[in-house]
């Protein structure tokens, strides 16, 4: 549980964007009030208040004096919310702090995370997981990533996509393995850890109705029963295994997840359901070291070349 009103307005944000993002909040909906979250969370209802009020200062929500929170209505075209300003001033400050002028700083972004071409192998336990954390490396990281089952590396044999890998990211079922691995092909190793407000964010929304989840293997299915176990409408997720169930079966309208693997593979079958958009899984301190590498890369290539 948040801790903090940064905590909170990182949890509050995402539940809010990814409501949007898949359709459960709209513009104008009511959210919570403060002393309702302030239960939900066991933090003081002043710590919400705080959080709220950063998330309008975003422009993300409305607080109507005496009238309750509200989703704020987006502008645009493209339904993108507003990016802070607040944020993006800090951004160009903090560039000018180290002598990058602000209209050099989208070049110096650019440079720290695109000089080399860097190659991640995840290697999870099941296709699923490979899949899902393949696509956030890709997509938010900016990584090439391959997947690699934890049962396709037997004994001294490595696979190719742990020889020429420039980062190994795993799970922590696979850790120590993988750190042995690492240390003899002398590369890092970066655990993944799971984003603790998952439960409490976009999915504590979900749950309140029933929500099916379209996996490729039972036994990942096992693994979200397992996750979400202790969650409040966890009787209200339906595992739906690619192959074995019927998916024609999920109701039109119901709020369906599909997971990379199953994507990858759907070839032509259509889901039925309300499909949700991919989630982000990755925790801030797994995603810091992630970044970390990505920039310490790159700033060293370019150095290299200056040389």
Known sequence: MPDSVE???EVLRSRVLRGLESGTLGGGDRLPSGRELAAEFGVDHRVVLAAYRVLADERLID???RGGVYVAERHGSNGVPPIPESWVADVLLEGLAREIPAPDL???LRRC???LRLRAVVVASTSDQCHGLCRELTDDFGLEAEGLLASEIVGDRMPLPLKRADLIVTTEAHEKRMLAVGAELKKPVQLIEVRPDLIVGEWSLL???PVYVVVASEEFGAMIR?????VKGVENINIVVLGRHDVSSIPMDAPTYITQSVRASLAGVRIPGRILPAMRTISTQSARQIFRFIVSSNVEAMTRIAR
């Open 7 to 9: 905590e909170l307005v």
């Open 226 to 230: 397992s996750f979400f176990a202790d």
């Open 113 to 115: 995370t695109e000089t």
């Open 106 to 108: 989208h070049e110096w």
């Open 63 to 65: 607080m109507r004096q």
């Open 207 to 209: 749950l309140r109705k």
